[in-house]
């Protein structure tokens, strides 16, 4: 029996990669046969299954000899690299308003992630997703989502951007330090998704390179581009609909079918199709959305309510029944930590 190839993935970033290697007389064509992507991908984007991505990505790593590749990939890759929504961030009258239009238009980077901007007590921490994968895009891609994020962020501020935490949905089996000296912050490996959290203060902050006129302009072009964007793949979908109608209870497969314009059965067979199930992307969405609001402060009788459960202990009975067994790591900074 055929495996199923599983999500399919925007990439973008081979070009640059391939430059990386040819500085080390690496053949950057060899990897990508070696993982079954096209010759193609080493001109432009393509659009392949993740897992493949995540083989090259690991292959590169491996000729390069570079155990946090993710972060020297985020340093070599110029800016403006991920256009609209980019520079969306830097013309934003502040962080803020800049981390909302990327979550806004997220799915201009790639259909399957999600950024979302969420309030805790006198912070603001920006989770980032994929779906329901449990390791997001996978160590090196994940460490590079938040490096580029970050690195460009402080290119805005006129400094390293400071950061009262940073969080990975990935393991580290080693140099987990490396990223805690990188950040400047603690680090948390093996949590729901990817992130990073800063002060509000942080994000009142006005960037250096605030344009209200061009940060207008940019967000009429940025809806014009959603509009035209094709459909996002099924599991990235019914995520997105979930998000909306979490806190209303309304999360019966027949009612998450009919706002996507399908039946209960045909939702279900496309997310068989995608290797998962209703059942467990619903599960997963609310364990993420859960750990979220913790973070947050929010009491748990208030986080039953937002998940759609009649109480806290309902949740707990439905949520940590299905919660696998992953024990949690964090690195600090050496000084003082």
């Avoid at 800016?79 to 909302?100: C, D, H, I, N, W």
Wanted: aromatic share 6%.
């Amino acid at each position: 029996m055929a495996t199923k190839p599983g999500l399919l993935f925007t990439f973008r970033l081979i070009p640059a990669i391939s430059g990386m290697l040819a500085r080390r007389g690496i053949d950057v064509a060899e990897l990508l046969n070696d993982t079954g992507l096209p010759l193609a991908a080493a001109r432009g984007e393509i659009t392949a299954p993740l897992s493949r991505i995540q083989a090259f990505i690991a292959k590169c790593a491996t000729r390069l000899a570079a155990p946090q590749f993710g972060l020297d990939l985020a340093a070599a890759l110029p800016g403006g690299a991920y256009g609209v929504a980019e520079f969306l961030v830097r013309s934003a009258p502040t962080v803020e308003a800049g981390l909302r239009g990327l979550c806004e238009f997220a799915a201009l980077i790639n259909p399957s992630g999600q950024f979302r901007l969420v309030p805790g007590d006198g912070e603001g921490r920006l989770h980032y997703s994929l779906g329901s994968e449990r390791d997001t895009l996978g160590m090196h891609l994940n460490e590079f989502t938040i490096a580029y994020l970050v690195r460009q962020l402080g290119s805005i501020v006129g400094g390293r951007m400071p950061l009262a935490s940073a969080w990975f949905s990935h393991a580290r089996p080693a140099q987990a330090d490396i990223l805690a000296q990188h950040f400047g912050c603690p680090v948390r490996f093996q949590a729901r998704d990817c992130g990073f959290a800063v002060t509000t203060t942080v994000l009142a902050t006005v960037p250096r390179t605030a344009d209200p006129l061009l940060f207008q302009f940019l967000l009429d072009q940025a809806r014009a581009q959603l509009a035209r964007l094709g459909p996002i793949d099924i599991v990235s979908q019914v995520v997105r609909v979930l998000e909306v109608r979490m806190s209303s209870g309304d999360v019966a497969a027949g009612s998450i079918a009919k706002a996507l314009g399908s039946t209960p059965r045909s939702l279900q067979r496309y997310l068989a199709d995608a290797g998962t199930t209703y059942r467990d992307v619903l599960a997963h969405v609310r364990e993420r959305r859960r750990a979220e609001l913790r973070g947050g402060g929010v009491a748990e009788s208030a986080i039953a309510r937002q998940l759609g459960f009649s109480d806290a202990r309902a949740m707990r009975r439905s949520l940590e029944r299905l919660e696998p067994a992953r024990p949690s790591t964090t690195s600090r900074r050496s000084a003082g930590r």
